[in-house]
C-alpha cells in the first residue's frame, strides 16, 4: 500500500546485491586461496619442501685431527691446538655503542680501543683493519681460545670467530731438523712431518644437520655423519733432554771456533736409536718463514763431507779382519814417504817414529796407515767401506739424506787409492759415520740407525717400526780388538779432552781438510768401554783454519758423552781403560 | 425357569468413549546419550595430541639441552687444552733451564755415584762453583717462538660455539 506521499525516494540498491557482491569476493577470495593452498600443499609441496630443507641443511667437513709427534719419553714435540681466526665484516662495526648514550666514543674508533689490549695491536692498525667496506677481513688469526672469548665478549658488531688448527711446536728449535714444520695451512713441508704425514694427517670425515634459527641440530631432521678417522701419534727415537744438551753444546762450539755449522750424532749402539740428532745452525719450526730457507732441512743428513782421520777406523778394523796385521806389529814410520809416485805427509812434521799399529791410530799417522793398507787390495778396502754403511743412504725416514759418495775401486785413481785410506777421497754424512763405528760397540755388526719408534694406534698402543736391518761386518775379536785400540787413542786422565770422569772412553779424532780451504774437525767416540752403550759422533764445519778434532770437537764429545751417561743412569763399573804399547824402540 | 434363562443374558456397559486399542509391549528403552562416547574420543584424540606435544617439547628440550652440554664440552676441553700447553710449554728443556738460572742455579760439573749396596761414592764431588760471568750464563737454546696468551679481560663464561664450525654476529 503505499502511502500519501507523492516524492518517491528511489531505494538504495538493494543489500541483496551488495551482499552477494561481498559473498562472490570472499568466494573468489577463498578459491585463490584454496587453490593457492592446493598448489602448494598438492602440488608443487615436493618442490618447495626440498627448498625448505635446503634452506636449513647445513654440511660440515669435521676435520681429522692430526697426529702429535713424540719423543722417545711422550714427551711433546709437535701438537694441533685449537684457535681461532677473529674476522671483521667492517660494515657493521659503525654501529658498536650507537645506541649507547653514555659512549663518549662509537663505531670504528671505540672498537679499536677496545681491541687493542686484547690483541696486542695497535689502535692505528686495528682501526685501519676495522675502517673500509669488506664483507670480511682478518684481524688477527690464531688467537687462543681464552683471547677470542674476551673479544667477543665486547660484543662488537661485525666481528667474528673461525675455528682454526694450529701446529705449535712446544720444543721450538729443539730437535727441529728432526721434527719439521707445516705450512700455514697446515701442509707437512719437512722432516718427520712430511716422511710420516700419511700416518699423521688422518682422514676428514663429514656431516650433514638440519639447523633451527639458534643453530641448534634439529632432532628430528636429516641427519648423517661420517666420522673423522684422527692421525696417528708418531713416537721418535729422540730423547729431548739429550737433544737440547747437544744442541747447547754444538751451537756453543760453533761460535767459539768460527765454524759455519756443527753436527752431533748420539746412537744406542744395541738398539741403533738415534738419541740426539743436533745441529746448529737450526731453525724454529714454529717461525719457519723467519728462517733461512736453505737451514729449514737436516743438515746431519743432506751435507756430507770427507771423514778424515775418523776413517782410519776402517782401515784398521779391515785389516784386522783380513789379517795383515795385530796391534804390536812394529812400523818404522818417517814423516813424509812416497807412494808409487805420491807423496803422503803426515799432519805434522817429525822425526821417523817407532810404531806399533796400535802407536799408528793413536798419533793418527798417514804415512803408517797407507803402509798397513796397501796390503790390501783396493777392491777389499772398498767392499768393507760399503759394508760399514758407507757410500749409500742408511734409510732413515726423512727427507734429503744424502748416500754419500764413494767411487767405485777402479776409479781410486793416483792420490785417491791411498788417500781413502786415512779418510779422504770419499764423503760421508755423520749419521753414516757416526753409525759405521757403532760397529765396533755392537760386537762388529752394523746396525742400521733408526729415528722412529714406532705408531701409536687408535688404543694408543704403540706399534714398533720393523727392526732394522742388521749387516755382520767384521767378527767380534775383531770388534774387541778396535774397542782396545780405540780405548788406548784416549788416555783416561783429566789432561784428554775425551775423558769423561768415571768412565773409560774411547774414540778417533778427525781433521779434514775441505777443497774450499775450510777445515773439518770431528771426534767419534764410545762409552764405557767395557760394555759400550752409545756412539757419538761430533763434526764442526767449516773452521777457517787448522784446528785439530782434538781441540775442537773432544771436548764437546767428553760434555755430551758425560750428560748422556748420566741421563741414562749408567753407572761406571770401575773398570780401568785399556792401554796398550804405542812404540817399540 | 426357561423364561428367566431366555431373558439372562450378560448386561454390556455401554461405552461411552472410544475404546482405546491396548496391546501388550515391552518395557520402553532408556534412551542412550552420545556424550560419553564423544568425550571418550575427544580424549582420546586430545591425549594423543598431548602425548605428541609432550615428546616434541621433550625432544627439542633435549637438542637445547645436548647443545648447552656441548659449550660445556667444549669450554672444559678448551680449558684442558689451555693447561695441557701450558704444562709442556713448562717442562720442556728451555723453560727448566730459564727457571733454574733465575734460581741462581748452574749446570752440573762434577757428578759423583752412591753405590747404595755399600754407601761408596764414586767420584770427585765439590760444591758447585757460581758460573764464570759470560760463560755459562747465558741460554743458548730460546724457549719456542710462541705468541704468549694475552691476560683475559671480559667474558668468564665462554660464548655459544655449537661445535659446528663458524660463528658470528649473524
Same mark, same amino acid.
Given at each position: 500500500m503505499r502511502s500519501g506521499a507523492t516524492a518517491v525516494r528511489t531505494l538504495p540498491a538493494e543489500p541483496h546485491r551488495r551482499h552477494r557482491l561481498v559473498l562472490i569476493g570472499i568466494a573468489i577470495f577463498a578459491l585463490l586461496l584454496g587453490g593457492r593452498l592446493i598448489w602448494v600443499q598438492g602440488l608443487n609441496s615436493a618442490e618447495l619442501s626440498e627448498k625448505a630443507v635446503q634452506a636449513r641443511t647445513v654440511e660440515r667437513t669435521i676435520p681429522a685431527l692430526r697426529g702429535d709427534i713424540l719423543d722417545t +719419553?711422550? %714427551? &711433546?714435540?709437535a701438537t694441533s691446538v685449537l684457535r681461532y681466526d677473529i674476522w671483521v665484516d667492517q660494515r657493521q662495526v659503525g654501529d658498536y655503542r650507537a645506541n649507547d648514550d653514555t659512549a663518549t666514543e662509537t663505531g670504528v674508533k671505540a672498537a679499536a680501543k677496545q681491541l687493542a689490549p686484547l690483541t696486542g695491536m695497535s689502535v692505528a692498525d686495528l682501526e685501519k683493519k676495522l675502517t673500509g667496506k669488506a664483507g670480511f677481513q682478518y684481524i688477527?688469526? %690464531? &688467537?687462543e681460545p681464552s683471547e677470542r672469548d674476551a673479544i667477543m665478549a665486547l660484543d662488537i658488531p661485525g666481528i667474528g670467530a673461525d675455528r682454526a688448527t694450529e701446529r705449535i711446536y712446544p720444543g721450538g728449535m729443539v730437535g727441529a731438523n728432526v721434527v719439521g714444520f707445516v705450512s700455514s695451512d697446515g701442509q707437512a713441508l719437512g722432516g718427520t712431518e712430511l716422511s710420516w704425514d700419511e700416518h699423521l694427517r688422518g682422514q676428514d670425515g663429514h656431516t650433514t644437520y638440519e639447523r633451527g634459527a $639458534? $643453530?641448534? &641440530?634439529? #632432532?628430528s631432521g636429516s641427519n648423517t655423519t661420517k666420522d673423522a678417522v684422527d692421525g696417528q701419534d708418531v713416537v721418535l727415537t729422540i730423547d729431548e733432554d739429550i737433544q737440547h744438551r747437544a744442541q747447547e753444546i754444538i751451537t756453543a762450539k760453533v761460535k767459539e771456533w768460527n765454524g759455519t755449522g756443527g753436527s752431533i750424532v748420539v746412537i744406542d749402539t744395541a738398539t741403533g736409536d738415534i738419541v740426539a740428532l743436533a745441529e746448529d745452525p737450526t731453525f724454529d719450526p714454529n717461525q719457519p718463514a723467519k728462517a733461512k730457507p736453505d737451514l729449514l732441512g737436516n743438515q746431519s743428513i743432506s751435507n756430507v763431507f770427507? *771423514?778424515?782421520?775418523?776413517g782410519k777406523l776402517f782401515t784398521m778394523a779391515a785389516a784386522l779382519e783380513e789379517g795383515v796385521t795385530t796391534p804390536s806389529e812394529k812400523h818404522t814410520v818417517p814423516y813424509s814417504k812416497e807412494f808409487k809416485g805420491h807423496q803422503v805427509r803426515d799432519s805434522h812434521q817429525h822425526p821417523t817414529q817407532y810404531l806399533t799399529t796400535a802407536g799408528v791410530l793413536k798419533e793418527s799417522s798417514n804415512v803408517g796407515t797407507v803402509e798397513i793398507a796397501n796390503r790390501m787390495s783396493p777392491k777389499t778396502r772398498y767392499e768393507y767401506l760399503r759394508k760399514f754403511g758407507l757410500g749409500q743412504p742408511t734409510g732413515l725416514p726423512l727427507p734429503g739424506e744424502s748416500g754419500g759418495i764413494l767411487h767405485k775401486p777402479e776409479n781410486w785413481t793416483g792420490r785417491t787409492e791411498f788417500t781413502t785410506s786415512f779418510g779422504q777421497g770419499y764423503a760421508v754424512n755423520a749419521v753414516q759415520v757416526t753409525s759405521a763405528v757403532g760397529t765396533f760397540a755392537n760386537d762388529g755388526v752394523h746396525v742400521r740407525p733408526r729415528i722412529v719408534k714406532g705408531v701409536k694406534d687408535a688404543k694408543g698402543v704403540l706399534r714398533p717400526t720393523q727392526k732394522q736391518q742388521a749387516d755382520r761386518v767384521v767378527s767380534p775379536e775383531t770388534a774387541a780388538t778396535m774397542r782396545q785400540l780405540m780405548d788406548n787413542d &784416549? *788416555?783416561? +786422565? #783429566?789432561?784428554? +779432552?775425551?775423558h769423561v770422569p768415571g768412565f773409560a772412553v774411547g774414540g778417533k779424532t778427525g781433521t779434514a781438510q775441505v777443497p774450499d780451504g775450510t777445515y773439518t774437525a770431528s771426534f767419534i767416540g764410545m762409552a764405557p768401554m767395557d760394555d759400550p752403550r752409545y756412539v757419538i759422533g761430533v763434526f764442526v764445519y767449516g773452521l777457517p783454519a787448522y784446528f785439530s778434532g782434538n781441540t775442537v770437537a773432544a771436548p764437546a764429545f767428553a760434555d755430551i758423552m758425560s750428560y748422556t751417561l748420566h741421563a741414562r743412569r749408567v753407572t761406571p763399573s770401575g773398570k780401568d781403560g785399556v792401554e796398550l804399547d804405542n812404540t817399540w824402540k | 425357569m426357561a423364561q428367566l434363562a431366555a431373558h439372562t443374558y450378560a448386561v454390556r456397559p455401554r461405552r461411552t468413549a472410544a475404546r482405546p486399542r491396548l496391546a501388550l509391549i515391552a518395557r520402553p528403552r532408556q534412551e542412550r546419550s552420545i556424550v560419553p562416547f564423544a568425550a571418550l574420543i575427544t580424549l582420546i584424540l586430545v591425549a594423543t595430541l598431548a602425548a605428541m606435544l609432550v615428546l616434541n617439547v621433550s625432544m627439542t628440550q633435549t637438542s637445547y639441552e645436548i647443545t648447552r652440554l656441548q659449550e660445556q664440552d667444549i669450554a672444559l676441553s678448551q680449558q684442558a687444552q689451555a693447561l695441557r700447553e701450558e704444562n709442556e710449554m713448562r717442562s720442556k728443556p728451555q723453560e727448566l733451564e730459564k727457571r733454574a738460572r733465575d734460581l741462581g742455579m748452574v749446570p752440573v760439573q762434577d757428578v759423583a755415584f752412591v753405590d747404595?749396596?755399600?754407601?761408596r761414592v764414586v767420584g770427585d764431588p765439590k760444591p758447585a762453583q757460581p758460573a764464570a760471568p759470560g760463560a755459562a750464563d747465558k741460554q743458548l737454546i730460546p724457549p719456542a717462538d710462541l705468541p704468549r696468551a694475552v691476560p683475559e679481560r671480559g667474558a668468564s663464561q665462554p660464548l655459544y660455539d655449537y661445535g659446528m664450525g663458524n660463528e658470528g654476529r649473524d
Open positions: +719419553n711422550g %714427551n &711433546v714435540m688477527i688469526r %690464531n &688467537v $639458534g $643453530g641448534q &641440530v634439529i #632432532p770427507e *771423514p778424515g782421520s775418523t &784416549v *788416555p783416561d +786422565n #783429566p789432561d784428554s +779432552n775425551a | 747404595l749396596a755399600n754407601g
